[in-house]
Structures are given as structure tokens and as C-alpha cells.
């Protein structure tokens, strides 16, 4: 597969500050790639230089095969940016904006026509396509913001956060229109978002990029698999001490440990006593009095999650011990970033 984009050591400073500090890499044709970080991790810088925005410091890159530096033109035609903040003019409708930006790149007559057409039809707003933006609700401006970045048929999208404070309904809207413009009309992608949810749902591969450089790169399922397998919390109606190493033993599990230790004889004492009295025991005032009390929690850590249930469900059955519940963590994107850096995304 051919790279539509290949960054090649890009750098930018302010003064003293490096904002984006040796960033490489390719994007393949055809491809969502995720641009994840936190506030100030440098997306934006690493975008508006890829896209002619600001002059790298350092570095370049090719897109489409075509130098960003000497051919800025050719690169002009293949990218397409949805930037950050909305650059809109509120009193026109979403038709004469996108009219606009039509003929920025000398689209004009019919074939102006039919682009806002079909970018209306992309972002699904053709109905409202006459009203001036300025009542339209925010995801519907952000919307407008993106068909603006497509009207001239770009083959590589550059969205810059899409979906920062839209409503659900503009959200999945969103969503739609990138899976469309990928599947149906094979334009390549670059998303950025501090959600992990929107990439894990909608990129291939995916940069994890952190005080301007970059920490981690690979497919979504490849940088998920580094932290491991799996957290399965499981409540057990008794556990003992033979119990815990012969679970610890098994091949998929790496560790166990007591969240919730067996009740003491007392609290379920105490709560049986307060079942009789009428009285409510401190032990039993969340539940109704006559539910059984919680037996033993465990959290079992695993190689792969679903090798692990099988192995210790397997186990448990062997020695007649029945479960109360079970729980199944899979590792995602956001603890591969918490992992990675020591740091939420978003705080
Ligand atoms: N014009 C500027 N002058 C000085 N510093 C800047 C300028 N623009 C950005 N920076 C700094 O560069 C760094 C990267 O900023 P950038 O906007 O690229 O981050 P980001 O990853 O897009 O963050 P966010 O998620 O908040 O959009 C930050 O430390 C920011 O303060
Ligand atoms: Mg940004």
C-alpha cells in the first residue's frame, strides 16, 4: 500500500519552547490514522505544518508524493483541513459558506453547485443547508466546518478534534460521515481526539503523541495488547488460601488478589441480629436484611482474558465452588495511555 503522507523529522519551536519535537511518520492510503494527546501535546502544530498552516522548523514531508516545501500547491489540492476552531462567517447560510470556500479553490458554476450538494449530503445537512449558521446548534456548525474542508475533494482529510463540545445526535453524525468518506470514497484520514473511544471506533493504526514527540505507534489492537490481558473481578462463595495459589498457578492468569475479603462471622452476625430486632446493623444498612451477605472478591489478573475465565470457571467447577458475579476489564486505549506517560489524557 502506498504512503499518502510520510513525515520526516518535524519540528517546531516557539523561541525557547519545542512544540513538536522530531515527529515521523507514514500514513497509507486509504487509512484512518489517530493522532491521541493530551492538551498542548502538539497535534495541532503537527497538523497546521503538515497542511501548510505554519512553517516546520525543522523537517518536511511528502504527500502523495509531493514535497510539502517545494511543491505546496499539488499539496494544497490532495489535503483537506478541518481545523480546531470553526471559521465560519455566521450570518451567511451553510450553503453560501461552503460557496466560499468552493471558490477559494477556483470551483465555480455547476460544478460549485454539485460539491455543496454532495458535502451538504455528507454531513447530513442539506435540509437546513439555507439557514444563516448563526442558529444553528454547535455540532451543526461543526458539521459545516467539515463539509468546508471537503468541498474540493480532497484525498487526505485532516480533523483536528471534530467532535469538542457537540451534541450525541452531531456526534454520530460525525462518526457516519468519516466511516462513509473512508469506506465509500477511499479518502485517507487523519483524526485527532483526546477521546479514546473515537479511536479505537473509527482509526486503523493510531500515534500516541505527548510533550511533542512521539510515544507510541501502531494498530489500535497492537498498542491495547502491550499492557496485557485483561482484568477479571470475580465474586466467589468461599475462597481460601489453597483456593488463591491454585488459581494463581493457572497459565493465563498473572496475579490475584483479594479485593473484598470473606465477611467476618461477626457483620453477618450482626446483620441477622438486626434482621430480628427490627434495628438497622451497620453491617447490613445498604442491603435489604434478608439478602445473603457478599461473599469473597477476587481480581484476576490475565494474560488474555478469555483463556483465563474458561481456565479458572474450569478450576472453580473441579472444586464444587460456585461464583456470585463476574466483571471483565479489557485493557483500552486509555490505559495504554496512563501506562505510557503516567497521565489521564483528559484531566
Ligand atoms: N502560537 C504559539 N506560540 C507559542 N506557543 C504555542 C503556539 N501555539 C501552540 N503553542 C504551544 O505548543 C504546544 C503544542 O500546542 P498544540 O496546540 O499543538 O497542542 P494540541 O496537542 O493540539 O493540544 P489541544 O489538545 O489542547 O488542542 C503547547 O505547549 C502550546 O502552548
Ligand atoms: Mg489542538
Same mark, same amino acid.
Given at each position: 500500500? *502506498? ?35 493530551? !492538551? ?38 490532495? =489535503? ?11 450570518? $451567511?447560510?451553510?450553503?453560501? =459558506? ?46 459545516? !466546518? ?12 485532516? $480533523? ?7 451534541? *450525541? ?52 489492537? !497492537? ?12 465474586? $466467589? ?13 493457572? *497459565? ?10 470473606? %465477611? ?13 430486632? @427490627? ?6 444498612? +445498604?442491603? *435489604?436484611? +434478608?439478602?445473603? %451477605? ?19 470457571? @474450569?478450576?472453580? !467447577? ?12 479489557? %485493557? ?16
Amino acid at each position: 500500500m *502506498p504512503a499518502i503522507l510520510e513525515a520526516d523529522g518535524l519540528v517546531k519551536k516557539y523561541g525557547e519552547h519545542v512544540a513538536v519535537d522530531d515527529i515521523s511518520f507514514a500514513v497509507e492510503e486509504g487509512e484512518v490514522f489517530g493522532l491521541l494527546g493530551p !492538551n498542548g501535546a502538539g497535534k495541532t502544530t503537527t497538523i497546521s505544518m503538515l497542511t501548510g498552516v505554519l512553517e516546520p522548523t525543522a523537517g518536511t514531508a511528502r504527500i502523495g508524493g509531493h514535497d510539502l516545501r517545494t511543491e505546496p500547491t499539488e499539496v494544497k489540492r490532495i =489535503n483537506g483541513l478541518v481545523p480546531q476552531d470553526l471559521a465560519l462567517y455566521p450570518t $451567511l447560510s451553510a450553503r453560501a =459558506n461552503l460557496q466560499f470556500f468552493g471558490r477559494i479553490y477556483g470551483l465555480k458554476g455547476r460544478d460549485l453547485r454539485e460539491r455543496v450538494d454532495d458535502v451538504l449530503e455528507v454531513v447530513a445537512l442539506t435540509e437546513r443547508a439555507n439557514e444563516p449558521i448563526e442558529k444553528y446548534s454547535g455540532g451543526m456548525k461543526r458539521r459545516v !466546518n467539515i463539509a468546508a474542508g471537503l468541498v474540493h475533494q480532497p484525498r487526505l482529510l485532516f $480533523l483536528d478534534e471534530p467532535t469538542v463540545g457537540v451534541d *450525541p445526535q452531531s456526534r454520530n453524525h460525525i462518526f457516519e460521515s468519516v466511516m462513509k468518506l473512508n469506506r465509500e470514497r477511499r479518502m485517507s484520514i487523519i483524526y485527532t481526539s483526546h477521546y479514546m473511544e473515537e479511536v479505537e471506533l473509527l482509526c486503523t493504526r493510531a500515534a500516541i503523541v505527548d510533550e511533542g514527540r512521539i510515544i507510541a505507534l501502531d494498530t489500535i489492537r !497492537n498498542l491495547i495488547a502491550r499492557l496485557g490481558g485483561g482484568v477479571i473481578q470475580m465474586g $466467589l462463595e468461599r475462597l481460601d488460601d489453597e483456593m488463591l495459589a491454585a488459581m494463581r498457578a493457572l *497459565p493465563a492468569v498473572t496475579a490475584v488478589t483479594i479485593v473484598t475479603p470473606q %465477611p467476618a462471622a461477626t457483620a453477618v452476625a450482626a446483620a441477622a441480629a438486626a434482621a430480628v430486632t @427490627g434495628e438497622a446493623a451497620v453491617a447490613g444498612e +445498604d442491603r *435489604p436484611t +434478608d439478602a445473603k %451477605p457478599a461473599g469473597p472478591v477476587v481480581k484476576i489478573e490475565t494474560r488474555r482474558s478469555q483463556d483465563a475465565l474458561v481456565q479458572v470457571v @474450569g478450576y472453580l !467447577n473441579e472444586r464444587d465452588v460456585g461464583f456470585t458475579s463476574i466483571e471483565i476489564f479489557e %485493557p483500552n486505549l486509555e490505559s495504554v495511555f496512563l501506562h505510557l506517560t503516567g497521565k489521564k489524557l483528559r484531566e
